[in-house]
């Protein structure tokens, strides 16, 4: 319950810190940040890892006394558990994604540059990007419209653009 309590803690927080979308982010506010989770991370493991292990001892008891719905539901508590875990080691930094490019569905190619700036094909001038949370990142061209980009693997390899009007289109990142 501990574990669920602080995650929670560290979900909310993120969640708030990302959010606040009309401010740029100063380096040394994300890198005290990328400090503080990770000295989160490294205390909570231990504690985790001990969860997970009683977890799985606990559905091995009750599925070798034939009590299957009761597994399950330790299993599930179990699966969430490492869902978490995974969720919280794929927070999106603008080093994960400076100088990437990405075939925009639609036609095109989007370039996330160093500083914050954006390029596309189908732009006459630069516009400007920035991490709005996990795997998220908001776009606004040079007119001004905003598109969000979900990306839709930790690995940073698709995503989907949605734009401030609905329309919506496929990111496929370009490897080298």
Same mark, same amino acid.
């Not at 009309?22 to 969860?51: G, M």
């Not at 009590?67 to 299993?75: G, Y």
């Not at 994960?96 to 490019?101: F, I, K, P, V």
């Not at 998220?136 to 001004?144: E, I, N, R």
């Given at each position: 319950?501990?574990?669920?309590?602080?995650?929670?803690?560290?979900?909310?927080?993120?969640?708030s810190w990302a959010t606040a979308e009309d401010a740029s982010i100063p380096p040394?506010?994300?890198?005290?940040?990328?400090?503080?989770?990770?000295?989160?991370?490294?205390?909570?493991?231990?504690?985790?890892?001990?969860?997970?292990?009683?977890?799985?001892?606990?559905?091995?008891?009750?599925?070798?006394?034939?009590?299957?719905?009761?597994?399950?539901?330790?299993?599930?508590?179990?699966?969430?558990?490492?869902?978490?875990?995974?969720?919280?080691?794929?927070?999106?930094?603008?080093?994960?994604?400076?100088?990437?490019?990405?075939?925009?569905?639609?036609?095109?190619?989007?370039?996330?540059?160093?500083?914050?700036?954006?390029?596309?094909?189908?732009?006459?001038?630069?516009? #400007?990007?920035?991490?709005? @949370?996990?795997?998220?990142? =908001?776009? *606004?061209?040079?007119? /001004?419209? +905003?598109? %969000? $980009? #979900?990306?839709?693997?930790? @690995?940073?390899?698709?995503? =989907?653009? *949605?734009?401030?009007? /609905?329309? +919506?289109? %496929? $990111?496929?990142?370009?490897?080298?």
């Amino acid at each position: 319950m501990k574990v669920i309590v602080l995650s929670l803690s560290i979900a909310l927080l993120s969640v708030s810190w990302a959010t606040a979308e009309d401010a740029s982010i100063p380096p040394e506010l994300e890198k005290l940040r990328e400090s503080y989770q990770a000295e989160i991370a490294r205390l909570n493991e231990p504690v985790t890892k001990r969860y997970a292990e009683s977890l799985a001892r606990l559905q091995e008891t009750y599925t070798r006394a034939g009590q299957l719905d009761k597994a399950l539901a330790v299993k599930g508590e179990l699966d969430e558990l490492v869902q978490q875990q995974v969720r919280s080691k794929t927070r999106l930094s603008e080093k994960d994604l400076d100088e990437s490019r990405w075939l925009w569905g639609s036609g095109g190619t989007l370039t996330l540059h160093r500083q914050n700036k954006a390029a596309h094909t189908a732009w006459s001038s630069t516009g #400007v990007w920035r991490r709005i @949370g996990d795997l998220k990142v =908001l776009v *606004t061209k040079p007119d /001004g419209t +905003k598109f %969000t $980009l #979900v990306f839709t693997d930790s @690995g940073l390899t698709s995503g =989907l653009a *949605t734009s401030e009007t /609905g329309g +919506k289109t %496929t $990111l496929t990142r370009v490897v080298k």
